[in-house]
Structures are given as C-alpha cells and as structure tokens.
C-alpha cells in the first residue's frame, strides 16, 4: 500500500468538516512536496492523538471547567495507555495501540535543554524525523482511523 492510498484511507474516515479539509491539503502538498514531511508531520501527530483520544473517556472534554480552570486530559504513551485499559474488548485495536507507541518515547525533564522540547508524555524530537517515519505514521494512522468514533 503506498502512502497515498493511506491518505485516501484517512480521508474516508475522517470527520468531513473538522478533519477532511486539512487531510485533503495535507495529501496535496505531500504530493508536491515530498521533503514537506517536516513541516505535515506536526499535524500528524495532532490528529494520530485525537483519533485515539476518540475511543476513550478523554474525547469531547472541555478544554475547561467552570472554574475556568484547564481540564487535564491524557496525552502520548499516557493516551495510548488509556485506550488500551478501555478497548479490551477489542484486540485488534488493542495490537495497532501497542504498534502505535513506537512514534512515542518518554523523556524526563532535564536541566540541559531549559525545559525546551522536554515534556513528560511521549514524543519524537524533531531531529529524528524523516520521510520514512512520517510515511510510517500515516500509514498507523490509516490503520487506526477505522476505529475512531467521530
């Protein structure tokens, strides 16, 4: 399967107001623009969370509570966590969330970086991102985007 035909697995999936217009800009500069997976691979990752976050309690939040206080929710290895504890009943999801947390890596706060770049949940720093691992990604986006729940 190339990535182009999971873009298309991604856009017929995706939620046709939200998510399908920036899909369908995503897969045309990646058409024209091979090298621009730096530049899409943010976004990416954006969406491989909410896809996820769709399949647990986390998903429709609000981003606050009355007190106007920000609503914690779970975010990289921590989501992927979550969704695996409440799709048990689902093995096959279940597999592709296990596969999934390889674009993921916990890192701890450190003093050398300032705090830049650090966080507590899962990422890839952006050095290591190539035109492989973005492919990669879209394609275990493809995978995992039948069973979001838009």
């Known amino acids: 399967m190339s990535v182009f035909d999971d873009f298309d697995m991604i856009l017929n999936c995706a939620h046709m107001w939200n998510w399908a217009p920036d899909w369908y800009l995503v897969k045309s500069i990646y ?19 909410e896809i996820i976050r769709t399949t647990t309690p986390d998903y429709r939040l609000p981003l606050f509570d009355r ?4 609503v914690k929710v779970n975010v990289g290895m921590g989501l992927i966590a979550l969704a695996i504890k409440e799709n048990q009943n689902n093995p096959d999801y279940v597999a592709l969330l296990e596969q999934t947390k390889r674009h993921f890596k916990y890192t701890q706060l450190s003093s050398d970086e300032n705090g830049r770049n650090s966080v507590m949940h899962g990422r890839i720093h952006p050095r290591f991102w190539t035109k492989e691992s973005f492919e990669q990604l879209i394609h275990d ?3 995992l985007s039948k069973y979001s729940r838009f």
């Open 31 to 49: 058409e024209k623009f091979p090298e621009s997976y730096s530049l899409l691979t943010p976004f990416a990752y954006s969406y491989l969370e």
């Open 141 to 143: 986006i493809a995978e």
């Open 67 to 70: 007190d106007r206080q920000p």
